[in-house]
């Protein structure tokens, strides 16, 4: 089951430039996470923010969380192109045993 | 930080065999596992939660006698794609949670199938 939606689909920007991505979910959520993939790799966790949480930072990426409009935000700020690679919202009910939930992600680009 | 580790990382297989891809988390033990499926250019699917010493759940869709899983021991789970055809070709990635109410999951780097 999938019950993330993120937008944009695909984003193109050039180095420096901020990007800035949207996720909605549907169900309740203990916490929300954020994951980068490169093209054919795995996935890398980026940050985690719980329910109760409000905003997050970590380096260059601000999370934030609006429990009301079950909606959060990914913002990398002065971005790379080592940034270039596909981010995906993942929902973490927090019951035992469950799994995380993927939206259907968005592709940066960012080009030099 | 944990590791889960998968093998192989590639196999290629002809259609008609089973594939066995093997899931281990390397530093801590995972009563549930759960494998994903990834279509190119698509996000990651949930197929089923392995549970150690019972049976797997499967999400709506997938079938379970095509994709057997075992969790035999609480570092490793199985997942074998039984009978492969080219449709099956696809990015199999497992996870495991280090407690029940943890909340954090760690990913294996994933098992890329292609069936000739």
């Known amino acids: 089951s999938q019950q993330g939606e993120e937008d944009p689909q695909a984003l193109s920007i050039q180095e420096g430039e901020n990007a800035t991505m949207n996720c909605s979910y549907k169900?309740?959520?203990?916490?929300l996470q954020w994951y980068r993939q490169n093209s054919g790799r795995g996935l890398v966790h980026l940050i985690l923010?719980?329910?109760?949480?409000r905003e997050k930072h970590s380096g260059r990426l601000r999370v934030t969380l609006d429990t009301s409009k079950k909606s959060s935000s990914l913002l990398i700020t002065a971005s790379r192109a080592a940034d270039t690679a596909s981010y995906f919202c993942a929902t973490d009910p927090n019951q035992a045993g469950t799994a995380l939930i993927f939206g259907k992600g968005t592709t940066l680009s960012v080009s030099s | 930080g944990a590791v889960v580790s998968q093998h192989p990382s590639r196999v290629i297989c002809k259609s008609g065999t089973s594939v066995k891809i093997e899931c281990r988390s390397l530093?801590?033990?995972?009563?549930?596992m759960f494998w994903y499926r990834q279509f190119p250019k698509q996000s990651l699917m949930l197929m089923a939660t392995s549970n150690e010493g019972s049976k797997a759940t499967y999400e709506q869709g997938v079938e379970k006698d095509k994709f057997l899983i075992n969790h035999a021991s609480l570092t490793l789970s199985t997942l074998t794609v039984t009978s492969a055809h080219p449709e099956d070709s696809s990015f199999y990635i497992c996870?495991?949670?280090?407690?029940?109410?943890?909340?954090?999951?760690?990913f294996g780097p994933g098992t890329r199938l292609t069936v000739t």
């Open positions: 530093d801590f033990q995972a009563t549930t």
């Open positions: 996870s495991a949670r280090r407690g029940q109410l943890s909340y954090e999951q760690y």
């Open positions: 169900t309740s959520i203990n916490n």
């Open positions: 923010i719980r329910s109760n949480e």
